[in-house]
């Protein structure tokens, strides 16, 4: 079994910062890919951002010069850096893994609020 543990959400005013972390613990093969993802109130859940075993990154345009996804030396911890945050990046963030067998796990999710 695995499980992935997210942090660092939170209130925050537009234009300020925040950075998430998810771990993985567990029964982890070989992790192939790690990433964000967010899904808004009334919105489809979307890619944000991720990492390959490999190191190249993905960015969705929406945030492509705030955000940045990095990674453990152990690659069992994934973080994404926010800056610059607008009210449009509202939304509950939640972390993926997928591994060399196929299997993808999710994390349950933290929220995140831009708000003045």
């Known amino acids: 079994q695995v499980q992935l543990v997210e942090s660092g959400g939170g209130l925050v005013q537009p234009g300020g910062s925040l950075r998430l972390s998810c771990a993985a613990s567990?029964?982890?093969?070989?992790?192939?890919?790690m990433g964000w993802y967010r899904q808004a109130p009334g919105k489809e859940r979307e890619l944000v951002a991720h990492i390959t075993r490999g190191g190249s990154t993905y960015y969705a345009d929406s945030v492509k010069g705030r955000f940045t996804i990095s990674r453990d030396n152990a690659k069992t911890t994934v973080y994404l850096q926010m800056n610059t945050l607008k009210p449009e990046d509202t939304a509950a963030y939640y972390c993926?893994?997928?591994?060399?067998?196929?299997?993808?796990?999710w994390g349950k999710g933290t929220l995140v609020t831009v708000s003045s």
């Open positions: 993926k893994i997928v591994t060399s067998n196929g299997v993808a796990y």
């Open positions: 567990g029964s982890i093969f070989s992790i192939t890919v």
